[in-house]
Antibody
């Protein structure tokens, strides 16, 4: 059974940093690209970042580029999101998601999310 | 970035109704379009990928269509468990983007 379990969320002051983790199990982690997607309270889904299976290709949304860094450790079956210079608008539930591609890429498994609150 | 625009933002419908949601891309994305359902307090769940292929386990009352810039998600006969928010997402570019969502509410 595929499982994605996020951790590392919490309350942080504006300008602060936080590192999110996503522990993956139930599939061959290093075969798949992974994503972070966030959802502000009461709002829609916002794609944040993607990392390819071997970390060779990394992309970010403009809203986080230069402040967030996605990484992965295939030996530990883990995905990370280092978030620096946090702003109030980064407050959201952060999901990690697995990408499957049979020619048509899609997010087939999602974690339950970890909540990040940026407030003084 | 490719912008995805859904319409309507919300709709009210009754059990048994046929419902159609539209998603428009700011540029052609061929058939690289996915649909997700999100129930309150839950993570999103994939319904359709490649614009029209139903994910395994998804009821056949859901269907998707379109290509290029205009896409639709249709629920042929709305069931109580379908009241949720629906999102389209393009996978044409690695910088994936979602539509703003369509909330389907009970009339």
């Amino acid at each position: 059974e595929v499982q994605l379990v996020e951790s590392g969320g919490g309350l942080v002051q504006p300008g602060g940093s936080l590192r999110l983790s996503c522990a993956a199990s139930g599939f061959t982690f290093d075969d798949y690209a992974m994503h972070w997607v966030r959802q502000a309270p009461g709002k829609g889904l916002e794609w944040v970042s993607r990392i390819s299976w071997n970390s060779g290709t990394i992309d970010y949304a403009d809203s986080v580029k230069g402040r967030f860094t996605i990484s992965r450790d295939n030996a530990k079956n883990s995905l990370y999101l280092q978030m620096n210079s946090l702003r109030a608008e980064d407050t959201a539930l952060y999901y990690c998601a697995k990408e499957y591609s049979s020619g048509w890429p899609y997010l087939d498994y999602w974690g339950q999310g970890t909540l990040v609150t940026v407030s003084s | 970035d490719i912008q995805m625009t859904q319409s309507p933002s919300s709709l009210s419908a009754s059990v048994g109704d046929r419902v159609t949601i539209t998603c428009r891309a700011s540029q052609s994305i061929a058939s690289y379009l996915n649909w997700y359902q999100q129930r309150p307090g839950k993570a999103p769940n994939l319904l359709i990928y490649g614009a029209s292929t139903l994910q395994s386990g998804v009821p056949s009352r859901f269907s998707g269509g379109g290509s290029g810039t205009d896409f639709t998600l249709t629920i042929s006969s709305l069931q109580p468990e379908d009241f949720a928010t629906y999102y389209c997402q393009q996978s044409y570019r690695t910088r994936r983007t979602f539509g703003q969502g369509t909330k389907v509410e009970i009339k």
